[in-house]
């Protein structure tokens, strides 16, 4: 029962889906709504547009364990935020975050992300878990840099366990305009984890992307197909360690 429970709480405050919809993985310095509710709460002061996403994850190839998270970035007003769900057998976590960013002088912005986790879980008490993000960005034409910390007030679950603080690095260059390179280096519990991604617009109503990330070793491949402001996305998730995750995701830019 333990080992259901880690995978349970690990799913919850580890899993994301970065780049919203793609299979880049890194993403702290890639200005889209998904990796600022997700992982810098400063990329809303650089979002290309506004928009509204759905994701669906079926993690793990367990039928049980599911998320899905609805999200959205505004850009006229910097704010982000979005409500997840997730369960496992009996397990149930639902997750709230506003986030707020702010631009400052020489292409810098600042943002702050407030998470309230609401847990339940068999035979303990629910509760409500209260988190904080904040993150810069400095963003040019064609580049970027990101730096967050997750979870900053480190809080503590009633039956013991921490949320882990999160440090995250990130780097995220367009050569070209239709192809997106990004970098991640994330620190959290005395351990480093490397995220890799790109991604490519084949057309402009096809976006094809990949990834790679260390500690666990883990890969993904990833399609989005668009029409005007509608797109709809599939990503594959392996890892050597775990079965596969599978990413449905349909979205709207205006």
């Given amino acids: 029962m333990t080992l259901i429970w880690g995978l349970a709480l690990c799913s919850a405050f580890e899993f994301s889906l970065p780049g919203g919809n793609s299979a880049l993985l890194a993403g702290a310095a890639v200005p889209v709504a998904a990796n600022a509710f997700s992982l810098n709460p400063a990329l809303l002061s650089n979002l290309p547009s506004s928009s509204i996403q759905f994701s669906n994850a079926g993690l793990y190839d367990l039928p049980e364990l599911q998320y899905n998270r609805i999200g959205f970035g505004l850009r006229p007003l910097a704010l982000g935020g979005s409500l997840s769900f997730l369960s496992f057998s009996g397990y149930q976590e639902l997750t709230a975050a506003l986030a707020k960013s702010f631009s400052l002088p020489a292409r810098f912005s600042a943002g702050l992300q407030g998470n309230l986790y609401a847990l339940r879980v068999p035979s303990l008490p629910d509760q409500l878990v209260p988190a904080l993000t904040g993150g810069i960005a400095w963003q040019t034409a064609g580049f970027g840099l990101g730096c967050a910390v997750q979870n ?103």
């Fill in 152 to 254: 900053l007030n480190a809080p503590a679950l009633r039956f013991g366990d921490l949320i882990p603080v999160r440090l995250l690095l990130g780097a995220g260059l367009m050569p070209v305009p239709e192809m997106m390179l990004a970098a991640d280096a994330e620190y959290s519990e005395s351990a480093w984890r490397f995220k890799f991604g790109a991604g490519f617009e084949v057309h402009r109503a096809l976006f094809m992307s990949a990834g790679l990330a260390t500690n666990p070793l883990q890969y993904a491949v990833g399609s989005t197909c668009r029409y005007r402001g509608l797109s709809a996305s599939y990503v594959y998730h392996f890892s050597p360690r775990l079965k596969h995750t599978q990413v449905l995701g349909l979205g709207f830019s205006f």
